[in-house]
Structure formats: C-alpha cells, structure tokens
C-alpha cells in the first residue's frame, strides 16, 4: 500500500491509500469512523435494507492494513459502533475477528458520539489520548494545535478530463489532521462544506485515498 508521508508537529506520519494514518517511530496505526454494524442499524429503524457485508468488508481491509503494517498499537478513533445495539448485533464470527486483531496489541477506542461507551471488546476506552507531540480525539476543537480527528468523513472532489473523481480523503494542515471515515456504508461529506472550510487553515491539503494517494489543494 502507498501512502503520501508528512511531517506534523515533529512527528513523520504517512496518510495510507485505505483511509489509516501509520507513525512509524510509535508503530501505530489509527483508523476513524469504522461503524461497525450500520447496515443492521438502519434496517432496525426502518431504513434501506442493506447488503449486511459491511462490518466483513471493514475488518477485511484493517486485517490487511495489520498485516503489512504489523502496528504495535492500534487507535479507533471513535464511532467505532454504529450504536450499542448494533455492537450487541455483531455476529460472532465478526466478534471473533476483532478479538484476533486485538491480540498482541495495545488497543485503543476513543470515544465518539455513536459510541456506545465501553463495551465488551478488550481494550482501554478513552475520551482523548496525547502521545507527545499529537493528541487523537474524534471531533476537532476549534483553536487546537497538533490535532489528529475524525468524525467528518471528509471526501474530496476534482475534475480530470471533463470527469469528477470523487474520495474520502484526509484534512491536513499545520494544527490538525481529520481522516477519511475506514468503515464500508460511510459516505463523506464535501470539503466545500462550511464546517470543513471554516476547521481547515487556508494551507490545508486534501490527501485523496485510494491505490496511489494524491495531494492536492483542499477544495473550497
């Protein structure tokens, strides 16, 4: 998997094509928005039925991500669940595969506004973590600096050859970093939207996912 490397903060971190940020030196990797469950969330509220494969789809691609990155720690940085039901719902070949991937590694939930709070999967469940000089949480704060969020699922839009090519992509700029949502059944919000434009500094780049992840100018 390619990745487009960055310096933020002091630290040299690498945004990977499937949506996971990797820091080398800590040997940590961190993923956002997983909403594991989410199919069967909207089909219990009466939504579109859904091809119930998302979870699988997620966990298949976080496996590969820990295979080739062979991450010592591991940070979900919230609405990991879609809610607490949906956790509750998980089938238990899916339970077991989140169970494999935790051992052997430090395992970190922060918590986001899907989370169902702690749950049964192992693991330290926090509101926020800082590993000097970068502090995961899941929603940025507006003034913060070395900042690393999700909750956004931001997606990036441009035009090549009279086509719009459209994908999650992280947020950078010089105070923050917002990943793209990992979870399968996502989608993404614009960076044109006015919460992104007014979060993101005026030197922010869009990093598209994707097989070769490509930098670009965030749009606005």
Same mark, same amino acid.
């Given at each position: 998997?390619?990745?487009?490397n ?6 040299d ?6 949506g ?7 040997? #940590?990797?961190? %993923?956002?928005?997983? +909403?594991?469950?989410? =199919? ?6 009466g /939504?579109?039925?859904? $091809?119930?494969?998302?979870t699988?789809?997620t966990?298949?691609r976080?496996?590969a ?6 991450a ?16 509750q ?19 970190i ?15 330290a469940?926090l509101?926020?973590?800082t #590993?000097?000089? %970068?502090?995961?949480? +899941?929603?940025a704060? =507006?003034?913060?600096?070395?900042e690393?969020? /999700?909750?956004?699922? $931001?997606?990036?839009?441009?035009s090549?050859?009279?086509r719009?090519?459209?994908?999650a992509?992280?947020l ?9 949502a ?9 960076t ?8 993101m500094?005026t030197?922010a ?16």
């Amino acid at each position: 998997m390619t990745g487009y490397n960055f310096n933020f903060s002091g630290a040299d971190l690498t945004a990977l094509g499937s949506g996971a940020l990797w820091w080398p030196a800590q040997e #940590l990797l961190v %993923v956002s928005d997983l +909403h594991f469950g989410k =199919s069967e969330r909207i089909a219990r509220r009466g /939504g579109t039925s859904l $091809p119930p494969y998302e979870t699988r789809d997620t966990l298949t691609r976080l496996a590969a991500d820990l295979a080739l990155y062979d991450a010592r720690t591991v940070i979900c940085l919230g609405d990991s669940f879609d809610d607490l039901a949906a956790s509750q719902a998980l089938p238990e070949a899916e339970r077991r595969w989140i169970f494999q991937l935790q051992a052997g590694r430090q395992w970190i939930w922060i918590e986001g506004n899907h989370d169902p709070g702690p749950v049964e999967f192992g693991g330290a469940h926090l509101a926020e973590l800082t #590993l000097a000089p %970068v502090t995961f949480r +899941h929603i940025a704060q =507006s003034g913060a600096a070395g900042e690393v969020s /999700g909750h956004y699922h $931001p997606k990036a839009s441009l035009s090549l050859r009279g086509r719009t090519i459209t994908r999650a992509a992280f947020l950078i700029d010089r105070d923050r970093v917002i990943l793209p949502a990992y979870g399968t059944y996502t989608g993404g919000l614009p960076t044109r939207t006015a919460v992104l434009g007014n979060l993101m500094g005026t030197d922010a780049i869009a990093v598209l996912t994707g097989p070769t992840p490509t930098a670009v100018p965030m749009p606005r």
